[in-house]
Structures are given as C-alpha cells and as structure tokens.
C-alpha cells in the first residue's frame, strides 16, 4: 500500500472542520424540521430514585436496534 503524502493528509484536515459543521448543520436542520421523530429521553432527579433494568432495555433497544 501506498503511504499518503503529508500535503494530501493536511488538506484532508483542513475540510473535516467545515464538513462536521455542515453535517452538523444538516442533522439540527431535519431534527427541527419532524420533532415528532425526536427520542424523549427520559429523567430522573438525581438521587431521587433509580430506573429498573426493564426500563433500561425497553428503552435502548429500540434505539440500538434500528
């Protein structure tokens, strides 16, 4: 395999910045546009009480699975 030269590395560098932020960008946009998609993720006031495993799984699974 062919090593990457250091101009082709630094180039890469200097587009990941403005390519986050537009995928970032991207990601709030559709997030706003359907709320009704958003995951509401459930809270308890620390030390107020703890959530049951069951709980736990019911509501990772979904999320982990799709």
Do not use: N, Y
Not at 4 to 22: I, L, T
Not at 27 to 55: D, K, N, Q, Y
């Amino acid at each position: 395999m062919k090593p990457r030269s250091f101009r082709r590395r630094r180039d890469d560098e200097e587009q990941m910045g403005p390519r986050a932020v537009a995928e970032t960008s991207a990601f709030i946009t559709e997030c706003l546009r359907h709320p009704e998609l958003a995951v509401r993720i459930p809270m308890i006031r620390a030390g107020a009480g703890r959530f049951p495993s069951s709980f736990a799984r019911a509501f990772w699974e979904p999320l982990l699975e799709s």
